[in-house]
């Protein structure tokens, strides 16, 4: 079954960067759009960011203009750019892939933003 691999969570301090990648173990036919959501406990997963195979762009207002979506195609890989990071941030993040036929997950990676 392919997998959709998270890396680039960690902790840091407030104002620092991360960047987040999200990788297919194999191939998934019919792509139409990748993104990012999170989720903290007690709260719903909540979309961050989203691209469309087209490269349409769309961001949660919390995170515009501080964080930047972006996919290698080609590589079945998204990525998440989040520059200028608040407390606020402190969340798992999930990568997600939509397809023609469903939708896949990733299996989270901890982001932690100190004051």
């Known amino acids: 079954q392919v997998q959709l691999v998270e890396s680039g969570g960690g902790l840091v301090q407030a104002g620092n960067s991360l960047r987040l990648s999200c990788a297919a173990s194999g191939t998934i036919f019919g792509i139409t759009g990748m993104g990012w959501y999170r989720q903290v406990p007690g709260k719903q997963r909540e979309l961050v960011a989203s691209i469309t195979r087209g490269g349409s762009t769309n961001y949660a207002d919390s995170v515009s203009g501080r964080f930047t979506i972006s996919s290698d195609n080609a590589k079945n890989t998204v990525y998440l750019q989040m520059n200028s990071l608040k407390p606020e941030d402190t969340a798992v993040y999930y990568c997600?892939?939509?397809?023609?036929?469903?939708?896949?997950w990733g299996q989270g990676t901890q982001v932690t933003v100190s004051s």
């Open positions: 997600n892939f939509e397809t023609r036929f469903g939708v896949r």
